[in-house]
């Protein structure tokens, strides 16, 4: 499938600011003086932008400069400047898969440090999302904003056309499978888009808390143990049943495919109900409901975060620090970006607001809100380790070897897992 046909969400999310590529925010500031400068990516930019309307009202005095491009040409524009502190921004926004990567480094400010104090703040946010900001030192390096708990969407219509309950999809990983057959078999609709979906969550699910989804705390390859096998063997039962359509999420074949029913299942983040209903699927609207991920499964699909880059102008570090506040920890500015944005607050103030008891009409009235809000201070902490992205790509190959080749699974994993120690040890 070529790349150029791709239904990207980040597509969906630039076609939405009409493709601003930059912008200014704040009252011009005295002559000679350098901007304060913000480097985000739709849609945070902006929320940027909204809270800097308010914040020129205390501090007249700063000018603030929004840069913006579109989410993959922002963050390989900051892993450029951060590796070679030529064009650094005094703020940088950055998604979660990124902050990894980056909090590996050194490229980001110490806001543990006493300059700073950001532990001061870390009960303020749920738990999860703070301890994701942490470094190897357990040092905090930025700040979240905004998170993504992860749920299941189902459409209710296809459950009852086929005779299933909600309880039948969220059982247990093989209960979800099984439901899957008998939903193809009534309903003709599949249970999910693509296969890789469900062997992500099976392997996520049975990730102890603190440790990555590939690697141990000690950095150990452990791609050969029993929440691997139970996930290539479940992918497996699903490919040979024709339950999967085979089409990639934010493609156009899979949109087509939720606006006719005919994919019965999603997992996906919070944001995902507003994806589809104000872009996707709109004309599924009341159609779908949501439920906690089987096996209680938590976890968190994205998230936004704000740091200081460590080679940033000094001088501006203590004002960039006084932004980042006021981007992260102002109730009233967290819950207008989620009724604006989706932007699910990682504050925990802000999650007490009337408005999550608030039905949510593309759900058919549920308050999905509270069952987002249940995960969200329930997703546990996944360390993030420097080969994450090569050992996702090796398993996936092999996972590609198991479903187009019949490659035996034990083998399948015990060939990723040399082939990750062997990087390792370079």
């Known amino acids: 499938m070529s790349a150029s046909h791709a239904f990207s969400r980040r597509h969906l999310l630039a076609a939405s600011l009409g493709g601003a590529v ?17 480097a985000a990516f739709p ?5 940027a932008k909204d809270v800097l309307k308010g914040w020129a009202q205390t501090r007249p005095d700063v000018r603030v400069e929004v840069m913006s491009r579109q989410y993959d040409d ?10 070679t502190s030529g064009h650094l921004p005094d703020v940088i926004a950055l998604e979660t898969s990124y ?22 703040f870390k009960d303020r946010f749920v738990s999860f999302a703070i301890d994701t900001a942490r470094n190897r030192d357990g040092r905090l390096v930025a700040m979240p904003t905004d998170i993504g708990p992860g749920s299941l969407f189902y459409r209710v219509d296809l459950l009852a056309q086929a005779g299933l309950k909600e309880a039948d999809l969220t059982h247990s990983w093989e209960s979800y499978v099984a439901a899957g057959a008998q939903l193809k ?26 440790e990555g989804q590939y690697f141990d705390r000690q950095g150990r390859a452990q791609v050969t143990s029993p929440r691997f096998v139970r996930a290539f063997e479940l992918a497996r039962q699903v490919r040979q049943q024709g339950l999967d359509a085979r089409v990639e999420v934010w493609f156009n074949d899979w949109a087509e495919m939720l606006k006719r029913g005919r994919l019965a299942t999603e997992m996906s983040g919070c944001w995902m109900a507003g994806q589809m209903a104000n872009w996707v699927a709109p004309g599924t609207a009341g159609k779908w409901r949501v439920a906690q991920l089987p096996e209680n ?7 936004t975060y704000y740091a200081i880059p460590r080679r940033s102008a000094p001088e501006k570090k203590q004002l960039a620090w006084q932004l980042i506040q006021e981007l992260t920890l102002d109730r009233q500015r967290q819950l207008d970006a ?25 759900l058919g009235g549920q308050p999905a809100r509270v069952l987002w809000r249940e995960a969200a201070r329930r997703i546990p902490v996944m360390k993030m380790h420097k080969q994450h992205k090569f050992a996702e790509e090796v398993v996936n190959a092999e996972l590609d070897n198991v479903l187009e080749y019949g490659k035996p699974i034990a083998k399948a994993l015990a060939d990723a897992q040399a082939l990750l120690v062997h990087r390792a040890n370079r």
């Open 43 to 47: 849609l945070v930019d902006v929320i």
């Open 185 to 210: 078999a009534r309903t003709g609709a599949y249970l999910i888009g693509d296969v890789r979906l469900l062997k992500d969550m099976v392997v996520r699910a049975g990730t102890p808390a603190g």
């Open 22 to 38: 930059g912008g200014v925010a704040g009252p011009v500031s005295a002559a000679g003086s350098r901007p304060l400068t913000v």
């Open 99 to 120: 902050l990894g990567r980056f909090s590996l480094g050194t490229g980001l400010e110490d806001l543990s440090a006493p300059a700073f104090g950001a532990e001061r």
């Open 74 to 83: 922002h963050h390989t524009a900051m892993t450029t400047a951060l590796s």
């Open 338 to 362: 989620f009724r604006s944005q989706d932007a699910f607050p990682a504050l925990l103030a802000a999650q007490d607001d009337a408005f999550f008891d608030q039905p949510v009409p593309f």
């Open 297 to 303: 499964t938590f976890c968190a699909y994205g998230g």
